[in-house]
């Protein structure tokens, strides 16, 4: 069973940059697995960050970039600020109507 | 502005069926872009893809999930529905109804607020 991988957890400073990955547990992922990103804050729904790998929701701010990088899909923030600090979750489509989550990752900014 | 929001009993006993309605509003269900999504979330845990349907009835499930569950469309009061069945503690969650954008792509463009449901142990 195929399971999509995500850090449990990521700190960055204030203004710094940080990479979040999202991968397969078999195999790599591509722009063909349509990879979005969602952010969460606590108590809150999720809120659309990335879709199509690099392509940003309206009003998302642009320090925020999808790409894939190596054999997985990658969201940075660069400058991060405190109002970044959230879980990140990455879908991917597996095809055949199927969709996954990744874990989530819970983002510190400190 | 489309807005989707979740409705339903927030107490479950166990053994008995959760039902849920997601209302979309400012907008039509029919709009042949879209299709209409469940998700959950446990407490403290991550996001589960239940299932999404077109409002033409054509519907995809989670396989974990797909002999307890089921997902219907009403075009007529512009809402979609979940039911799952035999719910036990395991099924306390958080469930969002979501939008997902499937033409070219995919993913899930629009969230509600979500509704806890309860089932105690």
């Known amino acids: 069973q195929t399971v999509v991988t995500q850090e449990p957890s990521f700190s960055v400073s204030p203004g710094g940059t940080v990479t979040l990955t999202c991968g397969l547990s078999?195999?790599?992922?591509?722009?063909?697995?349509?990879p979005s990103w969602y952010q969460q804050t606590p108590g809150q729904a999720p809120r659309t960050v990335i879709y199509?790998?690099?392509t940003r929701s309206s009003g998302v701010p642009d320090r925020f970039s999808g790409s894939i990088l190596g054999h997985k899909a990658a969201l940075t923030i660069t400058g991060a600020q405190t109002d970044d600090e959230s879980d990140y979750y990455c879908?991917?489509?597996?095809?055949?109507?199927?969709?996954?989550f990744g874990g989530g990752t819970k983002l510190t900014v400190l | 502005q489309v807005q989707l929001q979740e409705s339903g009993p927030g107490l479950v006993k166990p053994s008995q069926t959760l039902s849920l309605t997601c209302t979309v509003s400012g907008g039509s269900i029919r709009n042949a872009d879209y299709y209409w999504s469940w998700i959950r979330q446990p407490p403290g845990k991550g996001l589960e893809w239940i299932g999404y349907?077109?409002?033409?009835?054509?519907?995809f499930h989670n396989p974990s999930l797909k002999s307890r569950i089921t997902i219907s469309v009403d075009t007529s009061k512009n809402h979609f529905s979940l039911k799952l069945n035999s719910v036990t503690a395991a099924d306390t969650a958080v469930y969002y109804c979501?939008?997902?954008?499937?033409?070219?792509?995919?993913?899930?463009?629009?969230w509600g607020r979500g509704t806890l449901v309860t089932v105690p142990s």
């Open positions: 979501a939008r997902v954008l499937t033409l070219g792509d995919w993913y899930f463009d629009l």
């Open positions: 078999s195999g790599s992922v591509s722009t063909s697995y349509y």
């Open positions: 199509h790998t690099n």
């Open positions: 349907i077109y409002y033409s009835g054509n519907i």
């Open positions: 879908v991917l489509y597996m095809g055949s109507g199927i969709v996954l």
